[in-house]
């Protein structure tokens, strides 16, 4: 039972919002050629304005904490409420009604990473890193992927040997989003190569700024830096900081894809198009004169409809979730239907742009969608690639023979998994 009705939470929270943030103006109207046009998936930003950023989301994060709306379903020993999660989502509702700084940064970490150490951590690993990484002193990474290992995640190849109380761990990750800014990471590491691949593994919690840590940037084709290489050179990370038990680190890893696909479909298929929103494409098509074209009102409905579709069954998982049942299959089709829906979205504005897309005239509103293009491939790959969700859907859904890649029996040693070291 909760010890404050959601009625007075609503009233503290307006209360912490008014005296600390401004209101967005939601009457404003929006105006082709007028206020920002950036549309990109993934941020293109400097290294100075990103630490910025970055500063400006940690300040917002520690008031928000400091206040006692940082981690309002945690336990309090860590700072939070321990309040019931309609009380999170009432709070998210009211505060983005109000201009914050992005707190994307804390998307993996606090999303994904932090559930996972609740989940399976030691007490110590726990009292050291939750409330710091609620509070936003401490951003977290997910160092899971490798060069042979991607969406057949069990065949890693990255090795963690015991030394004593503590283990080495040596090896490459790939794609780790926001290592460069994070400070801790959690990883899976191979700990028994002559067991089956998904049996031999092991998580634990990594500090990024350890001797041996090696972080090198990607530079996408979108033009920004948000992803790394990774490397591991006999990194030394003490017992206590493994997550679950030795050779358990597959349900370790599945706690966090879990937490990923929930909060992807969450995120994004909510119906909302962010700001490539549908009010944006009317007024791009009226602006090109092409509003009596029925080529194009089709496809722009076409796009319209999707997004709607995709709201509808989103919110039918959410109600899942809300009554207390875990995500399913539904997360799979949420997320195939965001990538989907962007990537129509893309075809369209391709096909009113032409030339403009592919050309920086300086134009407002014009070369700027070449982001939201190349970014889309982005995110058909990210937390799941389309072809493995549509593989989930087929077999959960359609109850289709399951995909015969997995091998549960053979010895990972006796695999013939990329340029195999273990
Ligand atoms: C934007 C972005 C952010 C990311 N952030 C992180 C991060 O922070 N941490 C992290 O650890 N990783 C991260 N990743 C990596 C991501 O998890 C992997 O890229 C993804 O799992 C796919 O793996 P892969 O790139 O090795 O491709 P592969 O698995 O090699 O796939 C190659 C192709 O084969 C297809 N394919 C593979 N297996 C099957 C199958 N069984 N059936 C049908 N088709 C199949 C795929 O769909 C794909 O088209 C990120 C990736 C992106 C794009």
């Not at 890193?129 to 990255?158: H, I, N």
């Amino acid at each position: 039972m909760a010890d404050i009705t959601l009625d007075e939470f609503r009233a503290e929270i307006t209360a912490f919002l008014d005296a600390n943030a401004t209101t967005k103006d939601e009457q404003q109207k929006f105006v082709w050629g007028e206020g920002s046009d950036d549309v990109a998936l993934f941020e293109d930003v400097n290294e100075a304005d990103e630490a910025a950023a970055l500063e400006r989301a940690q300040q917002w994060r520690a008031k928000r904490f400091d206040a006692g709306l940082g981690w309002i379903s945690g336990p309090k020993k860590y700072g939070g409420r321990e309040l019931p999660a309609t009380y999170d989502r009432l709070y998210g509702g009211l505060e983005a009604k109000y201009e914050t700084p992005d707190q994307n940064f804390f998307g993996i970490g606090l999303g994904m990473v932090a559930p996972t150490i609740n989940a399976h951590a030691t007490d110590e690993v726990k009292d050291l890193y939750l409330q710091k990484m609620y509070r936003g002193d401490l951003v977290g990474c997910q160092l899971f992927s490798e060069p042979g290992a991607g969406s057949d995640l069990a065949s890693l190849q990255c090795k963690a040997e015991r030394d004593g109380d503590e283990w080495l761990i040596t090896g490459q990750k790939v794609w780790t989003s926001g290592a460069h800014y994070s400070d801790i990471g959690e990883i899976i590491c191979r700990t028994d190569a002559d067991m089956p691949k998904h049996k031999g593994l092991t998580g634990f919690v990594v500090d990024m700024k350890a001797p041996g840590v090696d972080i090198r940037p990607l530079r996408q084709m979108t033009g920004g830096a948000n992803f790394n290489e990774v490397f591991f050179e006999e990194v030394r990370v003490h017992d206590s900081h493994r997550l679950g038990d030795v050779n358990q680190g597959w349900t370790v890893a599945l706690t966090t894809l879990m937490n990923e696909r929930a909060s992807i479909g969450a995120g994004g298929a909510g119906g909302g198009m962010g700001l490539a929103s549908i009010v944006r494409l009317q007024e791009m098509v009226r602006y090109f004169g092409l509003a009596n074209d029925p080529i194009i009102r089709q496809h722009l409905m076409e796009v319209y409809i999707g997004f709607q579709v995709a709201k509808y069954t989103n919110q039918r998982a959410l109600d899942k979730i809300k009554s207390g049942q875990l995500p399913g299959p539904e997360m799979s089709i949420a997320k195939l239907s965001l990538t989907n829906n962007l990537w129509r979205t893309a075809n369209f504005v391709a096909e009113v742009l032409g030339p403009r897309m592919q050309a920086d005239t300086g134009e407002w509103g014009t070369f700027t969608w070449s982001q939201l293009l190349c970014g889309v491939p982005g995110m058909k790959v990210a937390g799941g690639t389309d072809e493995v969700m549509k593989n989930i859907v087929s077999e959960r859904v359609l109850g289709l023979p399951k995909d015969p890649g997995i091998d549960s029996k053979t010895p990972f040693r006796d695999l013939k998994v990329g340029t195999q070291q273990n």
